[in-house]
């Protein structure tokens, strides 16, 4: 996949410009580099890895790519399946991450508790039911409907489908913190 394919795959999950958003399990950025050109210079995106070395590639990266035209950024080395002291968010965004969480309950009630009532949740994840080394804990859509919904989210919809080389194919799916 390119920027262009994560673009089109979070795009429709994004209602305008601008918000506090954050990106849970960040990694290199290839995802945050499209939600930096979507949520644009008005808003505030906390990027968030257990990974100091990937986060500071990421920096260099957007500040390369955006210069003074991205929004505020904060990138903090942490592990997102532990509270964190997170503003009341907008969005957030979890790319290629969930299906490294064996407890994805524990995970998913603290991203709604992050979220601001109507605030979006953007998963992005391989339609696989099961797992290998490299995606141990995968959520296939029609889990991640009943999931998302046993949580307390409304409104999971797919926003995009690509195929993946090696596992099948990849989706992204929106749902919202009633409001």
Same mark, same amino acid.
């Given at each position: 996949?390119?920027?262009?394919?994560?673009?089109?795959?979070?795009?429709?999950?994004? /209602?305008? /410009?601008?918000? *506090?958003?954050?990106?849970?399990? !960040?990694?290199?950025?290839?995802?945050?580099?499209?939600?930096?050109?979507?949520?644009?210079?008005?808003?505030?995106? %906390?990027?968030?890895?257990?990974?100091?070395?990937? $986060?500071?590639?990421?920096?260099?990266?957007?500040?390369?790519?955006?210069?003074?035209?991205?929004?505020?950024?904060? %990138?903090?080395?942490?592990?997102?399946?532990?509270?964190? +002291?997170?503003?009341?968010?907008?969005?957030? $965004?979890?790319?290629?991450?969930?299906?490294?969480?064996?407890?994805?309950?524990?995970?998913?009630?603290?991203?709604?508790? %992050?979220?601001? /009532?109507?605030?979006?949740?953007?998963?992005?994840?391989?339609?696989?039911?099961?797992?290998?080394?490299?995606?141990? %804990?995968?959520?296939?859509? +029609?889990?991640?409907?009943?999931? !998302?919904? +046993?949580?307390?989210?409304?409104?999971?919809?797919?926003?995009? *489908?690509? /195929?993946?080389?090696?596992?099948?194919?990849?989706? !992204?799916?929106?749902?919202?913190?009633?409001?």
């Amino acid at each position: 996949m390119d920027h262009a394919d994560h673009l089109s795959l979070i795009r429709k999950g994004i /209602p305008k /410009p601008g918000g *506090v958003w954050a990106e849970l399990g !960040s990694g290199r950025g290839a995802f945050t580099l499209a939600l930096v050109e979507l949520v644009g210079p008005a808003g505030v995106i %906390y990027s968030i890895d257990q990974n100091q070395v990937v $986060l500071n590639e990421q920096k260099r990266a957007i500040e390369r790519r955006f210069g003074d035209q991205r929004p505020s950024m904060h %990138y903090w080395k942490a592990d997102f399946s532990q509270s964190l +002291e997170l503003p009341a968010l907008d969005g957030v $965004l979890m790319a290629n991450s969930l299906h490294f969480q064996s407890n994805k309950e524990v995970v998913l009630g603290l991203v709604f508790d %992050y979220l601001s /009532p109507g605030g979006h949740l953007i998963l992005v994840e391989y339609n696989l039911h099961h797992g290998n080394t490299w995606v141990p %804990y995968p959520v296939p859509f +029609e889990e991640w409907e009943g999931l !998302s919904q +046993e949580i307390g989210f409304i409104g999971t919809r797919i926003l995009g *489908v690509r /195929p993946s080389r090696t596992m099948r194919e990849i989706y !992204s799916a929106v749902c919202h913190k009633p409001g």
